[in-house]
């Protein structure tokens, strides 16, 4: 409806334009007969009787001429008026139609702004993403999932002896040794399911024909809509270091085996020693004599007993105490026991010592779990020694010895007897605290910590 108002409106104002000018130019013509009608009159006597005839007529005319004026008037001060009214309205069309394209051309400019922006920065980025690739002292090497070489930096020149020009298109088969193709396609397949092969030690092939040990990382490559559709790996030459890493192993086994002959040696030598003792004891008469020799003779034993654990340990620097303790008591018991069933109850977690600290705490066993087995039972042959080992707080160790005997004397704490002396003497070298009660027997409890050889 609106468009067609619009398109009538027009004509209206000119019909109306032309009725007014028509209507003017019958007023014109009206006024100029009138005069000369005045000026005749006179002679014309014939038409006196006829004067108010012509009065009549003449206001009639001009009645219905001021109507037409009037009319003609009105359409065209309408047709003025519709006229601004539609010049305001297509202005105002024309200025939200011009607004509008205003504000999207900015919206473009933005756009376009930002694009250039995010060109700008995407160029930046592959920029040092390039240069970091060429100078990587790694070999970094890009394929597509068809095993087809598509980029090759300085590095991989530099280590496979391949230029880029020579080696880009061609099959990656090439670097891998034959014993190694099966791996190679199984790699692939993870890496076609997009997974991330981490870092694994491969041999390579160079262009000369040699090998070279590397540490491998393959990643998958992946386009804008996330398909995987390449492989990107990074290849470091660790030959050198595979081959320190042999010579040291070489010079550790090397210093094992010269530790374990020590040790063997040491404990062939307390053995030696011990075997002298029980020599020269055997001419000894004397029981008072003969009790420290057969005491000097368990400590011998005690120490090696040490170092033959050591020598058929794996670390020759640490000892499973819970085994040694085992070991030792059954010796002990086969020493001083004869003819008596003393049993002994074990008490052991696994607590594994350094040589600085297992020495020490095992003539501390051997000294305590002698003397329940030579005074705990006297006039009796039965009996119980109770030996435990325990982790106590964090970084102590807690190692009990007691039996169900006749007790220990009031006076222990002043003793000043040799045997008492070493356990007061070895529990200050561990850096440990000696405890005793009698409860229903004699107990005797050692708490100490483990301390680095080395942190002296």
Same mark, same amino acid.
């Given at each position: ?17 032309? #009725? ?26 014939? %038409? ?7 009065? &009549? ?68 980025? %592959? ?15 890009? !394929? ?42 199984? !790699? ?39 398909? #995987? #559709? ?5 290849? /470091? ?79 020759? =620097? ?10 030792? !008591? ?63 707080? =964090? ?5 009990? &010895? ?18 008492? /002396? ?19 027997? =004699? ?14």
């Amino acid at each position: 409806m609106n468009g067609r108002a619009h398109k009538t409106r027009p004509f209206a104002r000119l019909a109306g334009l032309l #009725v007014f000018l028509i209507a003017l130019a019958l007023v014109i013509g009206l006024q100029a007969h009138w005069r000369g009608l005045v000026q005749w009159l006179p002679a014309m006597d014939r %038409l006196r009787n006829n004067t108010a005839l012509c009065v &009549v007529s003449c206001g009639a005319g001009l009645l219905a001429l001021g109507a037409g004026l009037a009319v003609g008037w009105r359409l065209t001060t309408r047709w003025l008026a519709g006229s601004d009214s539609f010049l305001e309205e297509q202005s105002r069309s024309r200025t939200g139609e011009l607004d509008q394209k205003n504000a999207a051309l900015q919206e473009e400019i933005s756009r376009r702004t930002d694009a250039e922006e995010r060109l700008r920065q995407t160029t930046e980025r %592959l920029g040092r993403l390039a240069a970091i690739v060429k100078s990587s002292d790694d070999a970094i090497i890009a !394929t597509t999932l068809e095993g087809i070489i598509t980029s090759w930096n300085p590095a991989a020149t530099r280590l496979l002896g391949y230029d880029a020009e020579e080696i880009i298109g061609q099959q990656v088969a090439r670097l891998i040794p034959p014993d190694r193709v099966e791996e190679e396609r199984q !790699t692939m397949n993870r890496i076609q399911r997009g997974q991330r092969v981490a870092s694994f030690e491969a041999p390579r092939q160079c262009k000369d024909g040699r090998l070279i040990e590397m540490a491998i990382t393959i990643s998958p490559i992946e386009d804008a809509q996330g398909r #995987v #559709v390449g492989a990107s790996t990074i290849a /470091r030459d660790i030959t050198e270091r595979k081959r320190a890493a042999g010579r040291m192993a070489d010079s550790l086994r090397e210093k094992d085996a010269l530790l374990r002959e020590v040790h063997h040696r040491v404990k062939n030598n307390m053995q030696v020693v011990s075997s002298l003792l029980q020599l020269q004891s055997n001419y000894l008469e004397d029981p008072k004599l003969l009790e420290p020799f057969q005491d000097c003779q368990s400590r011998i034993r005690t120490m090696a007993l040490i170092h033959e654990k050591l020598y058929r340990s794996e670390g020759l =620097a640490q000892i499973d105490f819970k085994e040694y303790l085992e070991s030792l !008591t059954v010796m002990l018991l086969r020493a001083h026991a004869k003819g008596a069933n003393i049993r002994p109850e074990f008490h052991l977690e696994p607590v594994v010592l350094s040589i600085d600290t297992a020495l020490p705490l095992g003539l501390i066993a051997n000294e305590l779990i002698s003397n329940s087995l030579k005074h705990a039972f006297a006039g009796r042959q039965n009996g119980l020694v109770r030996i435990a080992l325990s982790r106590h707080n =964090a970084g102590e160790f807690r190692l009990a &010895v007691g039996d169900d005997g006749t007790g220990l004397p009031d006076d222990i704490s002043q003793s000043n007897s040799l045997g008492v /002396r070493l356990v007061r003497i070895l529990t200050g070298q561990i850096k440990g605290r000696m405890e005793y009660k009698n409860d229903h027997g =004699a107990e005797f409890t050692i708490t100490f910590s483990e301390h680095d050889s080395n942190a002296k």
